[in-house]
């Protein structure tokens, strides 16, 4: 269901550019109408007000239940230090944040984590952009768990494409789920994003593309 606060999370990505419709290829190498590339924020009013939406769906979510935030390298970056400010700011929710580099550090204190250093026993929620696939998600475990004994329960995404994943039938966060137990929470869907471009009557061209791609690629 199309509710005012996705819309207006809609809206926002479309005037940071980051949303986008058009032609296009993910990384899946399926040919998509319409993109979301959160590299293209690239204001300091843009990048608060998103940490601003990440924080009130963690606050839906999860309330202060969890002990620290993770934020995959690179989109996750500035995705989980602008949700940490955030929950801060607006809630008074203080947690830990930390990130991972992708090249290990050999010199001062080495490593591949930055910020908070995760304990046996942790339970940390992970802040990402969007999955199509999971591979992110495989990548990002691994991670984790080399920091010790975590649990992760929760990821929170921008967008569920919600695009069948390896396994026919189910849609990528659907075997994210069975895998490692995560519940994956997206600020809206792709079904939210057509809703909004068929209430607004001017995207003529681009519903039925929408409308075949959600056919062929999506499980809704």
Same mark, same amino acid.
């Given at each position: 269901?199309?509710?005012?606060?996705?819309?207006?999370?809609?809206?926002?990505?479309?005037?940071?550019?980051?949303?986008?419709?058009?032609?296009?290829? %993910?990384?899946?190498?399926?040919? %998509?109408?319409?993109?979301?590339?959160?590299?293209?924020?690239?204001?300091?009013?843009?990048?608060?007000?998103?940490?601003?939406?990440?924080?009130?769906?963690?606050?839906?979510?999860?309330?202060?239940?969890?002990?620290?935030?993770?934020?995959?390298?690179?989109?996750?970056?500035?995705?989980?230090?602008?949700?940490?400010?955030?929950?801060?700011?607006?809630?008074?929710?203080?947690?830990?944040?930390?990130?991972?580099?992708?090249?290990?550090?050999?010199?001062?204190?080495?490593?591949?984590?930055?910020?908070?250093?995760?304990?046996?026993?942790?339970?940390?929620?992970?802040?990402?952009?969007?999955?199509?696939?999971?591979?992110?998600?495989?990548?990002?475990?691994?991670?984790?768990?080399?920091?010790?004994?975590?649990?992760?329960?929760?990821?929170?995404?921008?967008?569920?494409?919600?695009?069948?994943?390896?396994?026919?039938?189910?849609?990528?966060?659907?075997?994210?789920?069975?895998?490692?137990?995560?519940?994956?929470?997206?600020?809206?869907?792709?079904?939210?994003?057509?809703?909004?471009?068929?209430?607004?009557?001017?995207?003529?061209?681009?519903?039925?593309?929408?409308?075949?791609?959600?056919?062929?690629?999506?499980?809704?």
């Amino acid at each position: 269901m199309l509710t005012p606060a996705k819309k207006e999370f809609i809206e926002f990505m479309m005037s940071a550019d980051v949303l986008r419709f058009g032609q296009f290829v %993910t990384k899946s190498g399926r040919h %998509t109408p319409y993109f979301v590339n959160t590299g293209n924020y690239r204001t300091g009013g843009q990048i608060a007000k998103l940490g601003d939406f990440y924080a009130a769906l963690v606050k839906e979510a999860c309330g202060d239940d969890f002990d620290a935030m993770f934020g995959p390298a690179y989109k996750g970056i500035p995705l989980v230090t602008a949700a940490a400010g955030a929950l801060a700011r607006d809630f008074g929710i203080d947690k830990p944040y930390f990130f991972n580099r992708k090249e290990a550090k050999d010199h001062g204190e080495g490593g591949s984590i930055v910020g908070y250093k995760p304990k046996d026993g942790d339970r940390i929620i992970i802040i990402e952009d969007v999955i199509t696939a999971g591979t992110a998600v495989r990548e990002t475990m691994p991670v984790l768990k080399a920091c010790g004994n975590v649990k992760v329960n929760d990821m929170f995404i921008s967008v569920n494409r919600c695009e069948v994943g390896q396994t026919p039938g189910k849609t990528a966060i659907m075997e994210v789920q069975e895998e490692f137990g995560i519940n994956v929470h997206a600020l809206v869907t792709v079904q939210d994003i057509y809703e909004y471009l068929k209430e607004q009557g001017t995207y003529g061209e681009v519903l039925p593309a929408m409308e075949k791609y959600m056919a062929d690629y999506c499980v809704l």
